[in-house]
């Protein structure tokens, strides 16, 4: 928690002057994502995509089929649709996340529809019926998400150049933080995974790509960080910056090689 005291100086007709100290808290603690807090997660999701589908796309004209970022975009855009169509009075968690996966498979192209689609789907189902989500909620929504990208991608694991490579430690590292601090809130844990995150997707830049287009190009793969590792960041990243008060970043400033991140900036 951060704290600022500001001084605010008060002008009395008698000699003397009163300071007044206020206490602002910049920072607080977040223990449950309600509903309300969760579509407004998925609508930043969105503005994020379409702050980022240069970037993505280029990332993927790499090494894909040059469309990750349009294709992004247009997925969470069906997302925003189908959800605002539901009773804001009878939508939970899972609904939400259900929509989302739904969306997702409707209009996605190529691998990342089924990857994110079910993604979001599975994780539904550890979150149905609820109104919040919890951090325990949310450490058990991302390993069903996981195993259902794993399936999908025919047994991805860490090293192949996929999301995996983010969402597989992230989801590991989730679960150590939370068995260690069992009351820890989404705020501490969220501040503690997005650079390490951040790290993953990095650690995509020289590996070569095992699964996918990509996987075509065997050693030529290697030295580019991996389009959908990136794009999983990013959604992580947008539940924190939005937890926050924020929206989510653009990626400002980046290697034109490699496509490594350099420099992010609020939207």
């Keep these: 928690m951060v704290m600022v005291f ?23 603690k977040v223990h449950v994502i309600d509903i309300n807090t969760l579509v407004k997660i998925l609508n930043n999701i969105l503005e994020v995509m379409k702050a980022n589908e240069k970037y993505l796309t280029k990332l993927d004209a790499d090494i894909g089929d040059a469309d990750h970022g349009i294709n992004m975009v247009r997925g969470f855009q069906k997302v925003i649709e189908l959800v605002s169509k539901e009773n804001p009075a009878k939508l939970d968690a899972g609904r939400a996340l259900q929509l989302t996966g739904m969306g997702l498979l409707q209009v996605v192209g190529g691998a990342a529809g089924p990857l994110y689609g079910m993604m979001f789907l599975e994780a539904s189902k550890k979150v149905q019926g609820k109104k919040e989500i919890t951090v325990k909620d949310f450490a058990a929504l991302l390993e069903a998400g996981l195993k259902a990208v794993k399936m999908v991608g025919g047994g991805t694991v860490v090293g192949e150049k996929t999301m995996v490579d983010v969402l597989e430690p992230v989801t590991a590292r989730i679960k150590e933080i939370i068995s260690k601090k069992d009351n820890i809130d989404f705020m501490e844990l969220l501040g503690e995974i997005v650079p390490f995150a951040r790290e993953c997707v990095l650690n995509t830049i020289p590996l070569q790509a095992r699964k996918g287009r990509a996987s075509y190009l065997g050693e030529r793969s290697k030295n580019h960080q991996d389009p959908g590792a990136t794009s999983t960041y990013l959604i992580i990243r947008t539940f924190y910056d939005t937890l926050k008060g924020g929206r989510g970043v653009r990626i400002s400033e980046y290697d034109q090689e490699t496509g490594r991140l350099l420099k992010e900036e609020p939207i």
């Design 6 to 28: 500001n001084t605010v100086k008060f002008i009395s007709p008698k000699p003397f002057r009163i300071r007044l100290r206020v206490l602002m808290m910049t920072e607080s």
